[in-house]
């Protein structure tokens, strides 16, 4: 029998964030597997305790060693998430941030949101910011089309690809998109995507102005971005 790509502690993972509320198919798109492969793993896997579910997504998370950077727009993540309006029909989020700072650089929600329409969302974060070094991606064919490459090359920034069924490589986004879906997607009844646009845009400000993190010396994201031009400027 073939050995699984995925380790016991990546297909746990997965099955936690569909428990989360991620989507199947979001979730079978993102990491390249069938939906027979899925329910498989559910029916292996669900039956564990979630006290034994966390040991060992802790476990996972502790062994990866994630990179030390030393400015803001040295590195972005980028993902996607998905939900749905009160009547069922689905849309689609585009979500990025700031490794460094933990800002959230852009938050966008449409009905679909192909590789031309993320260049531009960034090209207009680009020019509120800067260009960063590199962005850190997923395999989702909007990441890995060749206007999408071609932008990147275009821009003089570098795709950091995580391997296919390690989202943990991109925890930062991974961590920003669970707090996205329990505080907003999840509390909301959404009438319209412009109902949605309004909610996602009113949590990002709260997020990035007022939500304090240990990580940032208990300052938000926007605090601690204008702190560090000040500590620049000395």
């Not at 959404?190 to 909610?199: Q, S, V």
Request: glycine share 6%.
């Amino acid at each position: 029998m073939r050995k699984s790509r995925f380790s016991e502690e990546q297909i746990i993972s997965i099955l936690r964030q569909a428990e989360a509320g991620i989507q199947v198919s979001e979730l079978l798109r993102k990491h390249g597997i069938s939906q027979q492969t899925f329910y498989r793993w559910r029916k292996k896997y669900g039956g564990l305790e979630a006290g034994e579910l966390l040991r060992l997504s802790t476990a996972c998370l502790t062994r990866l060693q994630l990179p030390k950077y030393t400015r803001a727009n040295e590195r972005w993540s980028l993902d996607f998430m998905a939900d749905s309006l009160h009547d069922g029909r689905r849309f689609r989020v585009l979500t990025v941030i700031d490794q460094y700072t933990r800002e959230c650089v852009a938050l966008h929600a449409a009905p679909s949101i192909p590789a031309a329409q993320v260049t531009k969302i960034l090209d207009a974060a680009i020019r509120e910011r800067e260009t960063p070094e590199s962005l850190t991606v997923d395999h989702g064919t909007e990441f890995t089309s060749r206007h999408f490459d071609a932008w990147a090359w275009s821009q003089g920034l570098t795709l950091d690809f995580i391997r296919p069924g390690r989202p943990v490589e991109n925890a930062y986004i991974e961590s920003f998109n669970g707090k996205l879906r329990d505080e907003c997607l999840n509390q909301c009844w959404f009438i319209d995507l412009e109902d949605a646009r309004r909610a996602l845009k009113a949590w990002r400000h709260e997020y990035n102005e007022s939500r304090p993190h240990a990580s940032l010396q208990g300052r938000a994201p926007a605090q601690y971005a204008a702190q560090l031009l000040t500590w620049a400027g000395h």
